[in-house]
């Protein structure tokens, strides 16, 4: 036998052996109440590491479009927001509109002529103050809001604007009509413009009607979205996650075993110990 090499009784190597394997069990099962994670990477588990990883990432894909919507919702909830404050705008030029009909004098009328070219000028800065992160759906046909709801970007939604400007809803300042002729109001003037306000106020309504239904299937993605995520990183982490439940439950069964392996070891080694005696 070589020099320095220990040889030890059948009993003990085996319960040696059985040592080793309980202490490596130990290790595994602390990182996982470490980390709780039981699989961390594909020399653990391959077929669930990459499915896991596959959810993991189409979340991540899905939160950036969720990103996405939400700030298309911003947009159009702006534009909307220009929408009815223009509305108003318009019920308060009508409103200016009609009390030139009884107005009786032509100063009166003036002023009434002058506050309506007023409110005109109102309805052009609002149009152009109704944007969101560089798109303004009261800007014209050329701002275009495109949503997209799935990871590919197949899925998608366009909302185009339109130019909610006083021109572009075909509004003119008084001046334009003569409400003064000869000294007194001139109801076919100032009646077509009236006339024109409401066409305005109807277009408008239009186009709100529009942008929410846009608004609500954007909303309706996104709450989907929301959900789908949730799925996907929850799916992710039943493959993957460990049950510290189990594994502290494991832990304590393998310190037993442990122990009673320690002490088995012992009573394999009195027999080794019993040579002793012969001296």
């Known amino acids: ?45 391959p077929i669930n590491y ?3 990883q596959g959810h993991t990432q189409r979340a991540s894909d899905l939160s950036f479009r969720k990103d996405e919507m939400g700030e298309g919702i911003q947009t159009i909830k702006a534009g909307d927001a ?17 009390s030139a009909l009884s107005a009786s004098s032509t100063s009166e009328i003036n002023d009434l002529e002058n506050q309506y070219n007023e409110l005109l000028d109102q309805v052009d ?25 799935d990871e590919s970007g197949a899925s998608s939604i366009t909302v185009t ?32 413009d009236i006339t024109k306000l409401d066409a305005a106020r109807d277009s408008l309504r239009s186009k709100s009607k529009t942008m929410s239904s846009q608004l609500s299937t954007i909303t309706i993605r996104e709450d989907f979205t929301k959900n789908m995520i949730n799925t996907l990183e929850d799916g992710a982490a039943n493959l993957t996650n460990a049950d510290l439940n189990e594994e502290s439950a494991n832990m304590l069964m393998l310190q037993t075993r442990q122990a009673l392996g320690t002490t088995s ?8 110990q019993s040579v002793l005696r012969l001296f």
């Open 265 to 272: 070891l012992s009573l394999a080694s009195q027999a080794a």
């Open 125 to 149: 800065t609002l149009a152009a103050d109704s944007g969101y992160k560089g798109i303004n759906l009261l800007g014209g046909t050329g701002q275009v809001l495109n949503v997209k709801f």
């Open 161 to 192: 604007g339109f130019d909610g400007s006083a021109s572009g809803l075909s509004l003119t300042d008084a001046g334009a009509n003569s409400w003064n002729s000869a000294g007194s109001g001139d109801v076919t003037a100032i009646n077509a």
């Open 1 to 45: 036998m070589a020099a320095g090499v220990i040889t030890l009784t059948s009993g003990m190597r085996s319960n040696l052996f059985s040592l080793q394997n309980t202490q490596k069990l130990m290790e595994a099962t602390q990182k996982r109440l470490a980390s709780g994670k039981r699989v961390e990477s594909a020399l653990d588990d």
């Open 50 to 52: 990459f499915a896991a």
């Open 82 to 98: 220009g929408i009815t404050s223009i509305t108003d705008l318009i019920a308060s030029a009508k409103s200016l509109a009609q």
